[in-house]
Nanobody
């Protein structure tokens, strides 16, 4: 079964940048769409970015122009480059298969605060 390990979170000031990584085990990684999700304090988990197996990307409106999702199939890894971070980007970030979700990883905490 696919297992997911997120990393790269931290504390950053507004306007700063972070790059998140999600390492996936399993041989199906290269043929599935992947998503980055976040869960803000007191809120439900939401999908923020998707990348298909072919590299097509899509974003929730609130992060368009600031976040970039990418993938390296040779490394079974998906990335989320986050620029111009805002306090409302604070939350725990998770990755998962977009259409065949597997058990969630531990996530990585992103805190945007001055």
């Amino acid at each position: 079964q696919v297992q997911l390990v997120e990393s790269g979170g931290g504390l950053v000031q507004p306007g700063g940048s972070l790059r998140l990584s999600c390492a996936a085990s399993g041989s199906i990684f290269s043929i599935v769409a992947m998503g980055w999700y976040r869960q803000a304090p007191g809120k439900e988990r939401e999908l923020v970015a998707v990348i298909t197996s072919g590299g097509t990307t899509n974003y929730v409106d609130s992060v368009k122009g600031r976040f970039t999702i990418s993938r390296d199939n040779a490394k079974n890894t998906v990335y989320l480059q986050m620029n111009s971070l805002k306090p409302e980007d604070t939350g725990v970030y998770y990755c998962n298969l977009r259409f065949q979700p597997v058990p969630w990883g531990q996530g990585t905490q992103v805190t945007v605060s001055s």
